[in-house]
């Protein structure tokens, strides 16, 4: 299977700052990746689909970029709102998940 | 608005079986093109894909469970379910139940608020 890996895995930053996170696949996926956030008790949530879309209704603050093995998340200016883990998930094949980067305000 | 809600029994005994039931609320599970899937989370945050049974009843499992899972539905009920079998510890984790459309790929646009089962005995 597709091993992804997310870095980092905790991030503190500040309200206003452009955020940046990573996500690396164990071979090419095509450009085949998702991004969710997920709140403390919550389920996760769709935020970007096949590396750039933005899902109905996220704010485009949030952004995806990448190709090959190398994608990136990006908050242009966090809100405190954005405060969650967010997880990639590649589907070249059958759908795997990085471990999560912890956002957090510093 | 599409609504999916797990139940599970919260604590289940090493070896026994592990079943999990996934009500759907507000959209068919036989609406063409839509696959409703299994994802469980562990504790240190690893997601893990368990499998799918779609709108048509074909059913598609993660290589690693295919011997130990199957993914069934009640569709006069609106449910679908999981079931695991010979559970170990490392099997306690919350347990999703979320949909995908299968033209747009494994796009997961729906999602229960999971059910945490243990398995301890």
């Known amino acids: 299977d597709i091993q992804m890996t997310q870095s980092p895995s905790l991030l503190s930053a500040s309200v206003g700052d452009r955020v940046t996170l990573s996500c690396k696949a164990s071979?090419?996926?095509?450009?085949?990746l998702n991004w969710y956030q997920q709140k403390l008790g919550e389920a996760p949530k769709l935020l970007i689909y096949?590396?750039?879309s933005l899902q109905t209704g996220i704010p485009s603050r949030f952004s995806g970029s990448g190709s090959g093995t190398d994608y990136t998340l990006t908050i242009s200016s966090l809100q405190p709102e954005d405060v969650a883990t967010y997880f990639c998930?590649?589907?070249?094949?059958?759908?795997?998940f990085g471990a999560g980067t912890k956002l957090e305000l510093k | 608005q599409v609504n999916l809600q797990e139940s599970g029994p919260g604590i289940v005994k090493p070896s026994q079986p592990l079943s999990v039931t996934c009500s759907v609320t507000?959209?068919?599970?036989?609406?063409?093109?839509?696959?409703w899937n299994w994802i469980r989370k562990f504790s240190g945050n690893k997601l893990e894909w368990m499998g799918y049974?779609?709108?048509?009843?074909?059913?598609y499992y993660n290589p690693s469970l295919k011997s130990r899972i199957s993914i069934t539905r009640d569709t006069s009920k609106n449910q679908f379910f999981l079931q695991l079998n010979t559970v170990t510890t490392e099997d306690t984790a919350v347990y999703y139940c979320?949909?995908?459309?299968?033209?747009?790929?494994?796009?997961?646009?729906?999602w229960g608020q999971g059910v945490m089962v243990t398995v301890s005995s």
């Open positions: 979320a949909r995908h459309v299968s033209y747009d790929g494994y796009l997961f646009d729906y």
């Open positions: 507000g959209y068919s599970i036989t609406t063409s093109y839509y696959y």
């Open positions: 049974i779609s709108y048509d009843s074909s059913i």
């Open positions: 071979q090419n996926i095509y450009k085949y």
């Open positions: 096949y590396t750039n």
């Open positions: 998930q590649q589907y070249n094949s059958w759908p795997t």
